[in-house]
């Protein structure tokens, strides 16, 4: 009870700064922590390697020296991949179609090197994995995949479809619907 | 020759007549005997033709397994240390030159470097022979186009050859062609061991009247007076005793290879069977592994002068060693400049220009291959779980491995440099300090180094593999993540209290904290950061000590941990590479994935034999590892490891944990960043205590091997099952940005604490979740 009155009672200052966040235009940024306390931890967001697979994901930085930002869930569908992932997926989608199965996974697992957190290898090693019948590491591969996609909605639906898939060709059909709800979530 | 000594014997001291008769019994006799040794002597020839035909044509030699680093890639936006590119190329024996003409050659400038890569054929595809421009900017890779200007998305330069698992015999070679021969190759072989070679058959008559006059004179068997064709029949099929017997085989066995096979294909052969050299145990066979032992070069971009040097060493390897004996090697070598050019081979410029030349000859520390034994220790226990000894060293296997030499020599360096400065602090009781370390890329699961002791090429006891020892507060990550799977949140408030726990045997386990203190009621995620013993054993014994085991099998420890309570304080022995396996999962949000150290294995011709493919399996929620993750990264920022960034830069994420076994005796820790896992163990072989505890001395190394790797921050994402909330530090409650000792801490949904604290009231909150709920 005490908490609903708090709730009400800070209800009107707080909305016009929140109505931004809920909506997830993209481009809000939140503001900047700025902590005295050196000896802070907090999680940051998504990372931003230099070069590689740079993502919008925010990242706050603290003017002091001992604080990193907490993670804010923005979307990233529009990762900026590096011409090297680009080309080896391509290679490996070309190997993949004309049946070259481990050339496919050398060039994903090149790809994989460089851009370890790219949801989209994932998305194909699990997909190979499918392909040749090995239902429980294509599930967890995929799964792998959603973990890396946190934020990227379209991914993660794609994700989540592959996983209904695999599950629906190994037989599992309760869980291949279980996985196409968290899909259609998205 | 045996046969005609009783005829001369029994010719002596007898009547004319007797002797008549017995004379022509005798010629009978040995006209038989003579037929008798024709027909054995025929027999023995065809005996020998046929070993001759049988060897000479099916598997010549015993191939070792090569072993190799992982290949260097190279694309635009690769962050990418300049000196350590350098040094990758020297590696691989490139020259540094003005123009790059040729495969294996680089232009080296301060912001490009022009590489003419050597190509190399990958079981998944052929990488060409290219003419890469490669542009820096920084410490990145800008961008890389081929010799027409094409912008080059990606690029791999050849791997480094890091060893080989060899036979009993110790021979190694690398086969080549005759076409590889490089260029007055086999002019200088000819002009310098046997002149004749392509119009005897075989043996040399003039040679062996010539040893013959050199024997006679000095009283005994010194000279051979051997052709090519004897010189190969001799190492190919013969022992390698000096005696006249093997002498009279060897002359029937050369006419006979000579015989049935060409020059061409004898020479062949040659330049492959010819001893050339010593690395410790290691025979040194063929020019092709020659060219690399001494040039770190492959053999068909040897020059003449380096052509010469080889070929003077046939005569004797050792005696002229260029290594050890550099000024018989340069006397013998320009001997043979200037037999070439008093031949008409060379001309007289060549032969000065090549006189004046060094010998070239490569440092062998230099060489990369023999420089990883601890790594390649771990290769060669993986491939014999698959593959027997002999297909191992005899059947020319390539074995692809995720080695890097950059992160590898990082590694060594990090613990030689901080055990020498531990040393120089702590003086006597730390003089046989030693350490193993593993650092593995967290998301592949690859491992790239592995140090076996403080000198890394010395092959000997693997620490990171075999030094099992008790691992202290590592373990704690898996008690406080058991805990969070119970429902425990990262302030739940634990009792740092004295605890004694009866055990089986009558007596009790009475944990201790490190500082003696006991600190009362403490937030989870503190108790953790800051390694209290016995709110950990408080929460360990409320959960169960069989939560913990299951969860520390999950992480990927494979022997199952002994369920004592002391456990929960890490009195179980594991080897850095076993805490390694778990790490690894903690770093990879939950998913664990086999550690690697061999990608592929091919045979001779590159067809795939076996693949070690990257598989993960999720053994934790990746919110139950977010909230560990969280803990991890406060040990860094205000825990047990803070002295980390007084080296390391603040805008770099990395988390980790300190360990310190009972009484001292093992300094541990294990961390990583978003794309390097390492874990360090120091001690004493002899188990002796150590005046500093895993972060004194452990973490050291490791702070030490992260400036230099420089890697990647640790990012973590927030998973949809968790928020973030602001509470009060001191007593976990529900708070506000703006109030004091608050900050925001993780918590799975419908875990969060359901009390404010007073501050917060006075004020709006900004939880944006807390906002979203009550809105619904």
Redesign the interface.
């Known amino acids: 009870m005490t908490n609903t009155f708090r709730n009400f009672f800070v209800l009107g200052i707080s909305t016009i700064t929140l109505v931004g966040c809920v909506n997830n235009t993209g481009s809000y940024r939140p503001p900047v922590v700025e902590r005295g306390d050196a000896s802070q931890v907090v999680q940051p967001a998504e990372p931003a390697a230099i070069g590689v697979d740079v993502s919008p994901g925010v990242v706050v930085q603290s003017s002091s020296d001992n604080s990193v930002a907490v993670p804010v869930a923005t979307p990233m569908t529009s990762r900026a991949k590096n011409p090297a992932v680009i080309a080896l997926l391509k290679n490996a989608s070309n190997q993949k179609n004309s049946g070259q199965m481990s050339a496919a996974e050398s060039s994903l697992e090149r790809a994989q090197r460089i851009a370890p957190r790219d949801p989209e290898i994932y998305y194909e090693l699990a997909d190979i994995r499918r392909l040749e019948g090995q239902w429980p590491q294509a599930e967890q591969l995929a799964l792998k995949g959603t973990n890396m996609a946190i934020g990227d909605v379209i991914m993660l639906r794609r994700l989540w479809l592959l996983i209904a898939d695999i599950r629906e060709q190994s037989g599992n059909h309760a869980a291949a619907r279980k996985a196409r709800q968290q899909a259609m979530q998205y | 020759m045996k046969k005609k000594r009783p005829s001369k014997r029994s010719n002596r001291g007898r009547g004319a007549k007797k002797s008549k008769g017995l004379l022509s019994k005798l010629l009978i006799l040995l006209l038989k005997l003579s037929l008798l040794g024709l027909v054995i002597g025929g027999v023995g020839l065809i005996y020998l033709d046929v070993q001759i035909q049988q060897k000479f044509e099916g598997k010549r030699w015993a191939l070792p397994a090569k072993v190799y680093a992982r290949p260097l890639?190279l694309?635009?936006?690769?962050?990418l240390d300049r000196a350590a590119l350098k040094n990758e190329l020297k590696g691989l024996g490139y020259r540094f030159v003005n123009r790059a003409s040729q495969p294996g050659m680089v232009e080296w400038a301060s912001t490009r470097a022009r590489i003419h890569t050597r190509g190399f054929a990958?079981?998944?595809?052929d990488e060409p022979a290219k003419r890469l421009l490669v542009s820096f900017s920084s410490n990145?890779?800008a961008s890389i186009t081929d010799s027409q200007g094409r912008?080059v998305?990606?690029s791999r330069l050849e791997p480094i050859l890091i060893g080989g698992i060899y036979p009993k015999d110790n021979e190694d070679r690398d086969l080549i062609r005759l076409d590889q021969a490089p260029e007055y190759l086999i002019e200088a072989l000819v002009q310098i061991e046997d002149r004749d070679y392509y119009n005897h058959y075989g043996i040399s008559l003039r040679g062996i009247a010539r040893a013959m006059v050199v024997n006679v004179k000095s009283g005994r068997f010194v000279q051979g007076g051997s052709t090519l064709t004897q010189q190969l029949i001799k190492n190919f099929y013969l022992t390698s005793e000096r005696t006249l017997a093997r002498k009279l085989l060897e002359i029937p066995m050369a006419v006979l290879l000579d015989l049935h096979y060409s020059k061409d294909e004898i020479l062949e052969a040659y330049l492959n069977e010819v001893y050339l050299g010593q690395s410790g145990s290691r025979a040194v066979h063929g020019f092709g592994l020659a060219s690399q032992y001494f040039f770190a070069q492959p053999i068909d971009e040897l020059k003449l002068h380096q052509v010469a040097l080889l070929a003077g060493l046939v005569k004797g390897p050792s005696y002229y060693d260029p290594r050890r004996r550099p000024e018989r090697a340069k006397e013998r070598r320009d001997l043979v400049l200037k037999v070439l050019q008093e031949q008409g081979v060379i001309t007289l410029q060549q032969r000065v220009a090549a006189e004046k030349r060094p010998l070239g000859v490569v440092k062998q520390r230099s060489l990369h291959k023999g420089a990883y034994p601890a790594y390649l220790d771990l290769v060669k226990r993986q491939l014999r779980e698959e593959y027997p000894e002999e297909v191992l060293n005899s059947e020319g296997l390539r074995v692809f491995t995720s080695l890097d030499p950059m992160v590898q020599a990082n590694s060594e360096a990090a613990l030689s440099k901080t055990i020498a400065s531990l040393q120089k602090r702590h003086g006597k009781p730390v003089a046989e300090l030693q350490g193993g370390m593993v650092v593995t890329?967290p998301?592949?699961g690859?491992v790239l180094a592995l140090v076996g002791g403080k000198n890394a090429r010395y092959q000997g006891f693997n620490r990171a593999l075999d030094a099992r020892r008790p691992v202290g507060s590592l373990v704690k990550p898996a008690v406080y993540l058991a805990a969070i799977e119970q429902g425990y949140s990262l302030t739940s408030l634990i009792d740092d209290e004295p605890i004694s726990v009866p055990l089986s045997d009558g007596s009790s386990w009475v944990p201790q904290n490190f500082d003696r203190i006991s600190h009362g009621k403490v937030p989870l995620y503190l108790a953790l950061s800051k390694s209290y013993n016995q709110s950990t054993a408080h929460l360990g014994m409320a959960i169960g000590v069989g939560k913990v085991v299951d969860m520390l099998e999950r992480l990927g420890v494979e022997r199952e941990p002994k369920p004592y309570p002391s456990l929960l304080l890490g009195a179980e022995s594991m080897s850095p590479f076993e805490i390694a396996s778990a790490y690894q999962t903690i770093a990879a949000?939950?998913?664990r994935t086999p550690m690697r150290a061999i990608?592929?294995v091919t045979d001779v011709e590159g067809v795939?034999l076996s693949?070690y493919?990257?598989?993960?399996?999720?053994v934790v929620s990746?919110e139950n590892m977010?909230l560990i993750?969280?803990a991890l990264?406060?040990v860094t920022?205000?825990g047990t490891a803070?002295s980390i960034?007084s080296r390391l830069p603040?805008?770099l994420?990395v988390a980790g944990k300190t360990g310190t076994s009972n009484d001292q005796r093992d300094s541990w820790f294990a961390g990583f960043a978003?794309?390097r896992m390492a874990v360090v163990w120091l001690g004493l072989d002899e188990n002796g205590k150590l005046p500093f505890t895993g972060s004194g001395g452990a973490l050291r190394v490791w702070t030490e091997l992260m400036t230099r790797e420089k890697p990647?921050?640790?990012?973590?994402?927030?998973?949809?099952g968790v928020e973030?909330l602001w509470v009060e530090e001191q007593t976990g409650l529900l708070s506000a940005e703006h109030c004091e000792g608050v900050?925001?801490i993780?918590f799975i949904k419908g875990t969060a604490p359901e009390n404010?604290a007073e501050c917060?009231?006075k004020q709006?909150?900004?939880s944006?979740d807390?906002?979203?709920r009550?809105f619904r």
Do not use: I
């Not at chain 2, 990958?122 to 595809?125: A, C, K, L, Q, R």
């Open positions: 890639e694309y635009p936006g690769q962050v990958f079981p998944d595809s990145q890779v912008a998305p990606l890329d998301q592949t690859e949000n939950g998913f990608r592929l795939e693949r493919p990257f598989e993960v399996s999720q990746a977010h993750q969280y990264q406060s920022r205000e803070r960034y603040a805008s994420n978003a794309n990647d921050s640790f990012m973590a994402v927030q998973p949809e973030y900050r925001q993780p404010y917060s009231e709006p909150s900004k944006l807390w906002f979203k009550w």
